[in-house]
């Protein structure tokens, strides 16, 4: 109940701009009624008393929807959408649409309103249509887009979607192009798949025309040219990506290692380990580094190295690592070792949350008796230590 009546606060506060709407109109000696229908603060009364059915019965068989009375009919579909009774929410939006005395802005919200309600009820068929009403009115087109796009994603039609974000990249401030190269990359994926390479080299061309940094792009153009063993073009993909975003370099070291294989120079990878290493010190390139050394040189050879790496970048994997090799050798931890490791500790424990809110997953290294998030009382609880 109490969860209701917050809720309910914007179709109250519409009751009560209706009433001092028709109370102003009454004074003013315009002739209408000085008072919102006795049918339509029934059914608010409905709503007070978590008599739901009732209220929904009164307000979709009300004779009198004018255009004040609109905005709470809208508010109060809102409502029930956001408390998932979908279908009364349908009813009431339909309701509404059906309606002969409303303005074009309020039958327009009507139908977004109504699209949403489909959305949310898993109807996207029935949602697609009713936005692209919408978008026949000329009126909302940009939210009735970003509906449309919402379902394309979901139903993975993925060159439909690529029209719907090209249009709103063309009348949005927000810019699609990421997204628009990402759904290319979509379709190339499907189209490796199915072996249609023709259709993959055409998808990942538009995703880079697009968006010259998108990574996804040149990842696939590194597997698809390894797959065809055109190993020095997918190579090149792959460094491609090592110059657009160092991070993902962990990504591409597995193809890059097949196709240096491939070539007969699998001393390659080494090499390329070590520069992009002395630029972004990531574990899990540290730990195949020193794998790479392991194998070619022996174990205590990667030892001294990862042992060097560490000291100046210790990350997590890398002391995994590290531990590993040492007991694999039998062979103790060096006392300088152990403060690579205390310092690691340190440095995980320092920004480990120690509490989290159990309603909301709010986390904070501070006790909260109040969820900055979700402002529940009383639901900020330890967490457990890994």
Request: with cysteine.
């Amino acid at each position: 109940m109490h969860e209701l009546m917050w809720l309910l606060l914007p179709v109250a506060a519409l009751t009560g701009w209706v009433v001092g709407r028709r109370e102003a109109a009454s004074v003013q000696g315009s002739g209408r009624r000085g008072s919102i229908p006795d049918s339509y603060l029934q059914g608010i009364n409905y709503l007070l008393n978590d008599e739901r059915d009732k209220a929904l019965e009164v307000f979709t068989q009300m004779a009198e929807i004018d255009s004040e009375t609109a905005e709470a009919h809208l508010a109060l579909g809102s409502l029930f959408r956001r408390r998932g009774e979908v279908d009364r929410a349908i009813q009431i939006h339909q309701n509404l649409v059906a309606r002969p005395n409303l303005t074009t802005q309020q039958r327009i919200y009507a139908l977004l309103a109504l699209g949403e309600d489909f959305m949310k009820a898993g109807l996207f068929d029935r949602a697609e249509e009713v936005f692209g009403k919408v978008i026949e009115q000329d009126a909302h087109v940009e939210q009735a887009l970003r509906n449309l796009l919402t379902i394309y994603e979901h139903e993975k039609e993925w060159s439909k979607a690529i029209d719907v974000a090209q249009r709103l990249d063309r009348i949005s401030n927000r810019d699609y192009r990421d997204s628009i190269a990402q759904l290319h990359c979509e379709l190339a994926a499907a189209a490796m798949a199915e072996g249609e390479v023709a259709t993959v080299r055409e998808q990942i061309n538009k995703a880079l025309k697009v968006d010259r940094g998108c990574v996804r792009a040149n990842i696939l153009r590194g597997d698809l040219e390894r797959e065809q063993n055109r190993c020095r073009a997918a190579i090149k993909a792959y460094k491609a990506v090592a110059r657009q975003d160092l991070a993902m370099v962990p990504e591409i070291v597995d193809g890059l290692d097949a196709c240096f294989e491939a070539q007969g120079t699998p001393e390659r990878l080494e090499g390329f380990l070590r520069e992009v290493i002395n630029q972004y010190p990531d574990g899990r390139l540290v730990a195949r580094l020193a794998e790479i050394v392991s194998e070619r040189r022996g174990t205590h050879e990667a030892l001294n190295e990862l042992t060097g790496l560490l000291r100046r970048h210790p990350t997590l994997v890398g002391i995994r690592r590290l531990v590993s090799l040492a007991y694999s050798m039998g062979q103790p931890i060096d006392p300088r070792d152990l403060q690579i490791l205390l310092g690691l500790f340190d440095r995980l424990e320092a920004i480990r949350s120690l509490y989290r809110c159990k309603k909301c997953g709010f986390s904070s290294r501070s006790l909260f008796w109040h969820c900055p998030g979700c402002k529940q009382w009383a639901s900020m609880r330890p967490v457990e230590e890994i």
